[in-house]
């Protein structure tokens, strides 16, 4: 399930419920992204997408990621808004029979969402706005599973 929110969300909460009634799951992996204040000069990170496009864009990824490594289940959810420093941004968490397919179908969908997902990403900082376009790092993270 794919969830793109504009209201904090609690990821303790998505976990426990995601983790509910598994009896044949033999591993849970999450992980979960905050906004960072980037030593006072982010006072705001937004992002916008189009609901709709977006979460159908992540859908079609999270199921080529549930096809690879045989996954049971995921849960993605995804802020759009307004964020502030020390909020959670984004959630992923996934489902298995065994442990490394869990770990590495959530690295995969963190570096499909971190390089690919079609967000616009502006920070909001003490001289104003600037666009944010994926990093040299986040593209070559996400080649590795090309």
Do not use: N
Not at 57 to 86: M, N, S, T, W
Not at 120 to 135: C, N, Q, V, Y
């Amino acid at each position: 399930m794919i969830t793109l929110v504009a209201e904090p969300f609690e990821p303790g909460e998505i976990l426990t419920a995601f983790c509910a009634g598994r009896d044949e799951t033999g591993a849970v992996a999450s992980f979960v992204g905050l906004a960072r204040a980037e030593r006072g000069q982010a006072l705001a990170l937004e992002l916008e997408a189009y609901p709709g496009f977006t979460d159908t864009a992540i859908a079609a990824f999270a199921d080529e990621a549930k096809a690879r490594f045989e996954l049971q289940d995921y849960r993605i959810v995804h802020r759009i808004g307004r964020i502030a420093p020390g909020e959670a941004i984004v959630f992923v968490a996934t489902a298995a029979g065994h442990r490394r397919a869990a770990f590495e179908a959530c690295d995969f969908l963190m570096d499909y969402l971190k390089s690919r997902a079609p967000f616009w990403k502006k920070e909001h900082g003490p001289d104003g706005g600037r666009w944010i376009e994926p990093t040299a790092q986040d593209r070559t993270d996400a080649q590795r599973w090309d």
